[in-house]
């Protein structure tokens, strides 16, 4: 049954009893504080991060049946789920972001998708940085900065933290770009694997790469022993923090993480990838300080995985996942979004958790409610997007 | 002859440019680089071998009255370098002729000078351009007359110093001969071990090029033959009799270029470079057999060596640090200056630029690339590299690295890949990558 992409207050029933986002047209700018002092952060999940996972919905009756293998134990058992309010668990690697939600500083947003449906990594990483359904020369975040009063110098230009530039930050508006050196900038431990195989049947270069690899002390096939395997964020978060928290610092800036292509031995993958993130999302908030109260930090992927292990212990590509809204400003400590429920006939092409808010709709929440962006402004930033601001994300003062 | 397109590029080029079209003619392409000299268009106000004399020169003025070390920034040889590798990284990396730049780097390898002279640092860019370049194109005695009268070399392997042990000023300053330019002059450049010259015949060769030495600084600084380091009298060389006077060197070296022993070596080390680490005896027999009928042309050797079916067999070579730079950096193609990049990707692999550690220059077999280590820094680099180029589409990134040679396993990790950036780099970390 096809669905809406754009959704509604009350359509669906939500789990937990927490309130929907609400979505309200038309969006009034009246800020009770100046635009150019609020903090806004993007942060890449390259690879589609596997939602269910990681906000694990344990109270559905249908999880463990499609899970299997990937199941982790309930709250309050060893290794176990850290509970999120009676329904969802959250992964216990992010120990940290936890932290946040009990402090009511982690808004997690369940079955978010962006409005196109491709299960290729690059075109949908595409139109997630391009906001729009097909790629184009610049990214959502830089027109969204042209849409904010300039910077008034250099200093406080939008920030990249990273040794790339996503095509997220592409565009007309100057950016400038934080990388603390060449070794943060490691490959992930899945990607050494990938290396290590495709040259395994090499007869010379097979043997010298395993040797390579085996005096790093590499172990081909566990990956989740190697230690810090995957960029390092918190290397690049936390100055990157220290960046935005200056009086004449950025105010926008993106991050990206790649590892979270999880097709086979997805259990220990996720859990060392999300420590990455999790110990980045708090180096982040040290960086910040106080700043942290005026900030807020999307966590966003290219598409979910299947709602089913696969025969790898792993997912593969899929459509819906959860999305991360965090920061001192964001009215967070609450699951929101809507449930769309994992039966067969509840799954998108009864495969993947389907898609009930619109990643769009998120961003242009934030956008309109935490930086002050006119919704005039929306047409450009999200071209073809008709999904409304989501409004409740940030906290009111 | 089954010529493979894609070959053309990646085994006898520099790799495909991402803008590159793959020639519909391999052959004609080939043939088409072995006219003319390898002499690009290159920027203005590159170097001279005198204006890389004078800074040399200038740079000891300066040690002399300074009493500390010469801030980089006002060493006057440090530009001179840096606008040398930026000149020549940049034509490996935007060539269209790119059969020629591999000559040129075949050249410039077979001749080697190096940076660990500190002196040469800013000579081999005049080098390359003044004594490579010129004749890749030519007869082979003529390069290597070039070569042994150019200051980088006179310089790296002691010429300039050597004194005959008679001649004038070697009588009253006490000097002597210094061997080196002789004995790799035979055992490196020309006829190597194989042709049975003895101990008397190195003396002899060195003896024969005394004199040969540098004007340091002036209009004119450059090569200077120096009647009063010469060696008085003729030599004997390998059976044969050369004369007194810097004709006596001319003659040698004609002598020795037409060797049948060098041209079985250089045969041996074409057919290594351009077909397999251990070539088959027959194509090195059919290569010597044309070196020697046309007196060492080069384009006629070369003609040889491109019409062998045994040179369009597969992706046979293992690619050095230098070809792996320069294919991966030419299929991403980015704007801009990119030596530096160049160089210290180079040096992290372990093939630092114009710093090779003997004058034997770097290896052409790929049991001495496999080093374990240093592979795995090849991957560092396509990591980062691909970051560097996120907004290509890995997949045609793909056909244009490898066209028909990319194996189903890297297709399908290309394809499935979690990023583009991840994506290129397992392109450029695969083993059909590391070999050409």
Known sequence: ?397 | METHPALALIRFGLGRRGDEDVPADPGAWLQAQLDGPGTPAYPDGLSSVADALNALHQLGELRKISKTKIDPKDDPVVPLMKADAAAECGQWLSAEDSFRERLVLFWTNHFTVSRRTGACGPLIGPFIREAIRPNVNGDFGTMLLAVMRHPAMLVYLNNAQSAGPDSVGGLRRHVGLNENLGRECLELHTVSPAAGYTQADVTAMASIITGWSIKPDGDDAGFLFRRRAHEPGSKILMGREFPEGEEGGIEALAFLAVHPSTARHLATKLARHFVADDPPPALVERIADRYLATSGNLPEVMRVVIASPEAWQGLSKLRTPLDFTCASMRAVNLPGDQSKRVASAMNAMGQPLWNAPSPKGWSDLASDWVDPATLLRRVEFAYQLSGSANNQDPVALTDVALGPFAAKPLKTAVANAGSRREAIALLFSSPEFWRR
């Open chain 1, 1 to 397: 049954m096809p669905k809406p992409l754009a959704f509604t207050i009350g359509r669906r029933s939500l789990l937990l009893g927490m309130p929907a986002l609400a979505f309200a047209g038309g969006i009034r700018t009246a800020f009770a504080y100046a635009p150019t002092d609020q903090r806004l952060v993007v942060v890449l999940l390259r690879g589609a991060m596997d939602g269910l996972s990681v906000v694990a919905p344990y109270g559905s009756p249908q999880l463990a049946g499609l899970r299997g293998g990937l199941m982790l134990p309930e709250p309050g058992q060893p290794g176990g789920l850290l509970d999120l309010g009676g329904q969802f668990g959250l992964h216990p690697s992010l120990a940290g972001l936890h932290g946040m939600y009990s402090d009511g500083e982690l808004l997690i947003l369940h079955a978010v998708a962006g409005p196109y449906r491709s299960r290729s990594h690059f075109d949908a990483q595409d139109m997630m940085e391009s906001g729009a359904d097909h790629r184009l020369d610049s990214g959502w975040l830089n027109r969204a900065a042209g849409a904010m009063p300039p910077p008034a110098s250099e200093s406080a230009r939008p920030l990249v933290a990273g040794l790339s530039m996503p095509l997220l930050m592409e565009g007309a508006v100057p950016v400038s770009s934080y990388a603390p050196d060449k070794l943060a900038d490691k490959m992930p431990a899945a990607l050494w694997d990938q290396v290590a195989m495709l040259s395994a049947a090499d007869p010379l270069i097979g043997p010298a790469v395993q040797e390579g690899l085996a005096s790093r002390s590499y172990d081909a096939g566990v990956v989740a022993q190697m230690q810090g395997a995957t960029g390092d964020l918190a290397r690049f978060s936390g100055p990157a923090g220290q960046l935005l928290a200056a009086p004449d610092g950025p105010r926008i800036a993106a991050l990206e993480i790649g590892g979270w292509d999880t097709h086979q031995a997805q259990k220990p993958r996720l859990a060392q990838t999300l420590k990455l993130l999790d110990d980045g999302m708090v180096a982040l908030k040290g960086g910040l300080g106080p700043a942290w109260s005026k900030t807020a930090v999307l966590v966003i992927t290219e598409f979910g995985r299947t709602a089913r292990e696969n025969g790898t212990n792993g997912t593969d590509h899929g459509t819906a996942s959860a999305c991360f809204v965090l920061g001192g400003a964001v009215a967070g400590g609450r699951v929101g979004g809507t449930w769309p429920g994992l039966a067969d006939n509840q799954l998108f092409e009864n495969r993947d958790l389907d898609p009930t808010t619109d990643m769009w709709s998120v961003a242009k929440g934030l956008l309109a409610e935490h930086m002050g962006v006119r919704s005039a402004a929306f047409r450009a930033i999200f071209p073809g997007s008709s999904a409304d601001p989501a409004s409740g994300l940030i906290r009111r003062v």
